[in-house]
């Protein structure tokens, strides 16, 4: 049985507002899969282009294989993104609205051992939106600790 793998965006719910999820499969090359099946993957400061009506991840870093050979990937490279038609013509129509961005949020194996790629289109939040979220959160953790308590 394999152990599945789950890479998170941390940053992207604190620093954008989330309109719409999707799963996007990726096309990966030689040894980049098993990087990604020993957690050696990143995709923190990554965001979503389109380039010629096809998806492409960008500045997603997936570390070089420890065992490969002259063969193996390059860390930082664009990598293309695996959706539906439909669901590509709504995003790059949506992305082209001033102010949205399209943000991977998690890197996983799903049950068959494929990466996938959940994404999001995405709406930047102003400095007093997260000053919002930072209280919503502090005052979440207050009454878990009162309710702890009792």
């Given at each position: 049985m394999q152990k599945t793998?789950?890479?998170?965006?941390?940053?992207?719910?604190?620093?954008?507002?989330i309109i719409d999820r999707y799963t996007a499969g990726i096309v990966l090359?030689?040894?980049?899969?098993?990087?990604?099946?020993?957690?050696?993957?990143?995709?923190?400061?990554?965001?979503c282009e389109f380039h010629n009506n096809e998806l492409f991840v960008i500045n997603s870093t997936i570390e070089e294989y420890l065992f490969g050979t002259h063969y193996n990937h390059r860390a930082k490279s664009e990598r293309k993104?695996?959706?539906?038609?439909?669901?590509?013509?709504?995003?790059?129509?949506?992305?082209?609205?001033?102010?949205?961005?399209?943000?991977?949020?998690?890197?996983?194996?799903?049950?068959?051992?494929?990466?996938?790629?959940?994404?999001?289109?995405?709406?930047?939040?102003?400095?007093?939106?997260?000053r919002e979220t930072m209280k919503e959160r502090d005052t979440k953790r207050d009454l878990d600790r009162i309710k702890k308590s009792y």
């Open positions: 793998i789950n890479i998170l965006n941390k940053r992207a719910k604190f620093d954008y507002e090359t030689g040894t980049e899969i098993k990087s990604i099946r020993l957690g050696k993957a990143s995709i923190a400061e990554s965001f993104l695996l959706l539906n038609r439909k669901e590509l013509k709504k995003l790059q129509k949506d992305s082209d609205n001033k102010g949205l961005t399209i943000i991977p949020l998690r890197l996983f194996t799903n049950e068959k051992g494929l990466a996938k790629l959940d994404i999001a289109l995405c709406r930047g939040k102003k400095n007093y939106d997260k």
